[in-house]
Structure formats: structure tokens, C-alpha cells
């Protein structure tokens, strides 16, 4: 792939595998929600495909945002993409019985995507979790940075 667009392929393959793994749906309902609710109905809602920020919510909730960008090129055939995965939630639903919310959640998408060889050339690498400032009154969350190479422009080698 090339011209950089792996974003809207990448971002689909991530879509699909955070909207299909149980565990994160699970971590992303809330109560009153229906048990049938589906990850696929979550899209737009709870998971996005860019950094979303609400401005408001009428209840507290937890958010999965991810991105992809191409902050450096190596060469002239060589790119590094960052994927960057935001997630964070209401402190009142922070506190699960497992563990904290956002930390489980970060291992989960982790599992998706430490290690993966579905984006780009190589295998995916995680390069820092970090707290991020989220700019909603009450909401805290984590930032997750993986790296992969990918191709710069057009190859007919793949």
C-alpha cells in the first residue's frame, strides 16, 4: 500500500477487532445497557476512528479513540506509522471488580496489537503508555503509541 492509504485500512482492521473482542465490549457497557448490545453498536458511539473528545455526556461513559498518522519517513520507500489508541472514562467507572477500567482496557487492545503483523511490514511495536489530560471535567484516561514501517509509495513487490 502506499500514499498513505493504509489509514483507512488500518483504521477498519482496528475497528473490527476492537468491536468484535468480548472483553473490551464488555468494558465498554454500562449499566442500564442492554445485555445484547453489541460492539458493532458501539461504533461512533463509544469506539472512534479519530480523537474524539465529548464536550458533554449525559452520563458518564468510557471511550475508545484511536488514529493513524505517518510522523516520519525513512525513505523514499520506507514510512513509520504511528497508531495511537486514546482511552479513557468517567472516574465514577473507573473501578471494576478486575481492576482499573482504563488499565484493562489498554491490555486488551494491547493483545490486538503489540506483536500484530495485520498492519504494515514487520510486526506492530508498542511504544509508550502514557496518562493523557483529558479535556472533559471528570474523565481520565491512557494514551497507547505503537509503531510500524510501512511501504512510502507505490510497490508492485507486495
Known amino acids: 500500500m502506499a500514499h498513505l492509504e493504509e489509514f483507512t485500512t488500518y483504521k477498519q482492521t482496528l475497528m473490527q477487532a476492537l468491536c468484535t473482542n468480548e472483553n473490551i465490549v464488555d468494558l465498554l457497557k454500562l449499566d442500564g445497557d442492554s445485555e445484547s448490545i453489541t460492539g458493532r453498536e458501539m461504533r461512533y458511539k463509544r469506539i472512534f476512528p479519530y480523537n474524539y473528545v465529548p464536550l458533554t455526556t449525559e452520563r458518564a461513559t468510557t471511550f475508545i479513540c484511536f488514529s493513524v498518522v505517518a510522523p516520519r519517513v525513512k525513505s523514499g520507500v520506507i514510512s513509520t506509522l504511528k ?13 471494576t471488580r478486575d481492576g482499573m477500567r482504563t488499565d484493562l482496557l489498554v491490555s486488551e487492545i ?4 503489540n506483536g500484530s503483523n495485520k498492519y504494515g511490514l514487520g510486526r506492530v511495536e508498542l511504544q509508550s503508555c502514557d496518562i493523557m489530560q483529558v479535556p472533559c471535567e471528570g474523565y481520565v484516561g491512557l494514551c ?5 514501517d510501512e511501504y512510502n509509495r507505490g510497490c508492485t513487490t507486495r
Request: zero cysteines; hydrophobic letters at 55%; proline letters at 0%.
Open 110 to 113: 494491547d493483545k490486538i496489537l
Open 144 to 148: 497507547s503509541v505503537y509503531t510500524v
Open 83 to 95: 497508531l495511537i489508541v486514546w482511552v479513557f472514562t468517567h472516574q465514577n467507572l473507573m473501578k
